[in-house]
């Protein structure tokens, strides 16, 4: 199997271009994303032929094995490996994913692509529970759904909370698990958030793509910021528009390529 890695702000996947999905796909993903062992990646991307006008299926394992619906991160990698693989260069992809069809548009040099991705609709998400609402008090929170599940919490200051610690015991309050955010408005600029994220089936990433849309879109709901938002995250820092369906916009860079025996 003939693997490339990319990054979209250090949140970083390995890419196989395939036919089909490869046995075992779980344990092969968590074997290869181990940072000792295997390769290493926060997950395992396969991009398969599309149909009924997609270009291509996205099937996304995360570092854990666990399935995933959707990376804003993840798909503008596999977006980069597409176009390089097939020389290009700017174009424009339906990519199919467990979330929904998104639209995609890169553009870029092969090493270093600047990609847009259409997020499609955000959804309430599973709602905020009861305890951690408790223990919130008046701090804003909510729920949003992106294809894949998040909950946002507002902050004075973001630096200031044990991402790692907090973020595995709120998504224990979900079974199907959830990804956790904390954000900030910056106070020098108020069309910018300051994030720190939780992954699913991860851990503490250094930038969720999913994550930053979402978080955007709820800062946006609760007046915080306005319609074009930088969300800056230890990785790096992607733009968010608001509009009727998000549009995530970030870059993905090329670290490499590798042939695997399964």
């Known amino acids: 199997m003939r693997l490339t890695k990319h990054h979209g702000l250090e949140n970083d996947f390995l890419v196989a271009l395939a036919r089909e999905v490869p046995r075992d796909i779980e344990k092969l ?41 959707m990376s804003g991160n993840g798909i503008r990698c596999l977006a980069q490996a597409h176009a390089m693989a097939n020389s290009t260069g700017p174009t424009s992809l339906e990519i199919d994913t467990a979330g929904g069809r998104r639209s995609v548009t890169i553009d870029g040099d092969q090493s270093e692509a600047q990609v847009t ?36 919490v507002a902050v004075e200051d973001q630096d200031l ?12 309050f979900y079974p199907d698990g959830i990804n956790v955010e ?61 509009e009727q369906d998000p549009v995530l916009v970030g870059p993905t860079v090329f670290i490499g390529a590798i042939e695997v025996f399964t």
């Open 182 to 242: 904390f954000i900030s408005v910056r106070k020098n600029d108020p069309n910018a958030l300051d994030m720190v994220v939780w992954e699913r089936g991860v851990g503490v990433t250094r930038a969720c793509g999913t994550g930053a849309t979402a978080a955007a879109v709820l800062a946006h709901q609760w007046d915080l910021v306005g319609g074009e938002v930088w969300v800056n995250m230890p990785g790096g820092n992607v733009r968010v528009l608001i």
């Open 161 to 172: 909370i044990d991402i790692a610690t907090i973020g595995p015991y709120y998504e224990a």
């Open 117 to 152: 991705v259409a997020m499609g609709p955000v959804g309430p998400g599973p709602g905020v529970h009861a305890d951690i609402l408790r223990e919130l008090g008046s701090t804003l929170a909510a729920t949003a759904d992106l294809g894949n599940p998040h909950l946002v």
């Open 29 to 69: 993903a968590r074997e290869l994303c181990d940072r000792r062992t295997g390769i290493g990646a926060d997950g395992l991307l396969l991009g398969l032929p599309g149909s009924d006008g997609a270009d291509l299926a996205m099937v996304l394992h995360n570092a854990d094995g666990s399935p995933a619906e």
